[in-house]
């Protein structure tokens, strides 16, 4: 299936994806089911957007029409991209296509560089291949003798939670449990997540924050039935309101908490969590939900600046 294959795009000449690639993406596209009612959902076609959003955004960047120009004659690049992994980064492979006139071996396709995009399209990493680490693109592009601009900045629009409204599916996520996705209780036409407890505690969704972030704001709505029961304590007590805990976890599974003491009030509210001591490369956003027994429900989880 499309999510865990490799799709490869020929770039053909200055406007390197013009008329080829888009040819490719329109045959791509028809391979997927749009039949069902549940088509805008499927993760199939979640992933094939976002790929195609990203292979024609990287193929718009400055540097990479200043590589395609600054090859020999008959000499063009190929692109090969990954669809986005767990940590929300799409792996891009450039490579050199030698034609018969180019006086270079045919059957021989040089790397030029292996290449990582951050899903929200802020950053793009190089690896070096001595070290096998992943390096800022300006040191490729300095390697390469190539003095363009490259990522653009990043602002307040660079956060993004994928999939944080559940209108559509969010991706899976290995180890982590997914959002139960359920019709709006107050509007049935929005969809929200649902967490019922006590088992079922809460879900994770990926998340893309702009490189040097030193603090971040995570937006969320909740609705907490009158009718959701507050668990007792084993010592007869019952707390006030449920614990709502809220987690950002980086690429190496370290996290940060909030939490907070929520009262059943029966209608939709808006609730904001700070965090200011953020671990690098934040990668997810979890949502939980602790001592109740009955459904909560959660909805249009955002980041923003504080």
Do not use: C
């Amino acid at each position: 299936m499309l999510a865990t294959g490799l799709l490869l795009f020929g770039m053909t000449g200055t406007a390197f994806l013009a008329f080829s690639y888009r040819a490719q993406l329109v045959a791509w596209w028809q391979t997927l089911d749009f039949t069902s009612s549940s088509a805008s959902q499927s993760p199939d076609v979640k992933a094939a957007a976002d790929l195609a959003d990203m292979a024609l955004w990287f193929d718009q960047q400055p540097w990479v029409v200043a590589l395609q120009k600054s090859m020999p004659r008959g000499v063009t690049i190929s692109m090969n991209a990954q669809p986005y992994d767990g940590e929300g980064w799409s792996a891009v492979e450039l490579r050199e296509h030698h034609s018969a006139s180019s006086g270079f071996d045919p059957d021989v396709s040089p790397m030029v560089g292996l290449f990582r995009v951050a899903r929200n399209h802020q950053a793009i990493e190089w690896m070096d291949p001595v070290s096998g680490d992943y390096q800022p693109l300006s040191t490729f592009l300095e390697q390469r003798g190539l003095g363009v601009t490259h990522s653009p900045q990043p602002t307040t629009s660079s956060f993004e939670v994928v999939s944080g409204d559940f209108e559509t599916q969010p991706p899976e996520i290995a180890n982590r449990d997914p959002a139960i996705i359920v019709p709006d209780p107050a509007r049935p036409r929005n969809h929200v997540a649902r967490i019922i407890g006590p088992d079922e505690l809460g879900f994770t969704l990926l998340a893309s924050i702009p490189p040097g972030t030193s603090e971040l704001m995570v937006k969320l709505r909740l609705l907490h039935p009158l009718e959701s029961k507050i668990t007792t304590f084993p010592d007869g007590t019952t707390p006030e309101g449920i614990r709502l805990r809220l987690r950002l976890i980086n690429n190496l599974g370290n996290s940060v908490i909030r939490d907070a003491i929520v009262r059943p009030s029966g209608q939709w509210r808006n609730l904001e969590f700070v965090f200011y001591d953020l671990p690098a490369r934040v990668v997810q956003v979890s949502v939980e939900a602790l001592w109740m027994e009955g459904p909560i429900y959660i909805d249009d989880v955002q980041i923003t600046s504080p």
